[in-house]
Structure formats: structure tokens, C-alpha cells
């Protein structure tokens, strides 16, 4: 999923972690979803969180199911101030929470 977001700033301590991202509009994906009104797939965000994950775990993070899973908010690419993914986990469960703005628009759970 190269080109589909870019991390501006990652803070991470302990078992928890922020990584203020941007979704880059230039990505390919934008093409087919939607042409002319282009929205983030939500198939995406999650590969987008994985890959936070992997960098905050410092190792290859793999979904072994998904708990929870809610889109709260549609994001479009280049329109929004950039999102804030907070990340926390625990064992073998990892909690995500995506922020534009002061709006929650995803919610995730899974286990990895």
C-alpha cells in the first residue's frame, strides 16, 4: 500500500502509541474509490493501522481477527486537517481509535 498515507509524527511509550498520518491523494486507489469523489477504503485504513502497529511493535504485525470494526466518518484524501491513530494494546489484543479532528471515524479491535 505504498503512496496511500504518509506518517508525519509517531509517538510511542510504553503500550501505547500516536502517529499523526496524512492520506495522500495522489495514491491510485483514489482512482477506482470513488472517481471525481475520492473516500479512504475502509479495507485500507485497516492495512493503514497494520502497518502503525508493525512500526510501534517493532515487529511484522499480522491480524488474527477483527473484534471490533466501525466507520464513523467518511475521510477523503487531501480535504481534512491530517488524522491521529491512536494505538494500544495489550497480549495479544491491539485497540485503534482514528481521529479527524475531534470526530472518531473508525474504531477497530483485533487480535494480532
Given at each position: 500500500?505504498?503512496g496511500y498515507f504518509r506518517i508525519i ?96 471515524a473508525i474504531q477497530l479491535k483485533m487480535n494480532i
Amino acid at each position: 500500500m505504498h503512496g496511500y498515507f504518509r506518517i508525519i509524527s509517531e509517538n510511542i511509550q510504553g503500550q501505547q502509541a500516536v502517529f499523526h498520518i496524512e492520506l495522500l491523494p495522489s495514491c491510485p486507489v483514489y482512482a477506482g474509490h470513488f472517481p471525481g469523489n475520492p473516500i479512504a477504503p475502509g479495507a485500507c485504513n485497516i492495512e493503514m493501522v497494520r502497518q502503525c502497529a508493525s512500526i510501534a511493535l517493532q515487529r511484522e504485525v499480522r491480524i488474527a481477527g477483527i473484534r471490533l470494526c466501525k466507520f464513523m466518518k467518511l475521510l477523503r484524501p487531501g480535504t481534512s486537517e491530517p488524522l491521529t491513530l491512536q494505538l494500544s494494546w495489550q497480549d495479544d489484543t491491539l485497540s485503534a481509535a482514528v481521529m479527524s479532528g475531534t470526530d472518531m471515524a473508525i474504531q477497530l479491535k483485533m487480535n494480532i
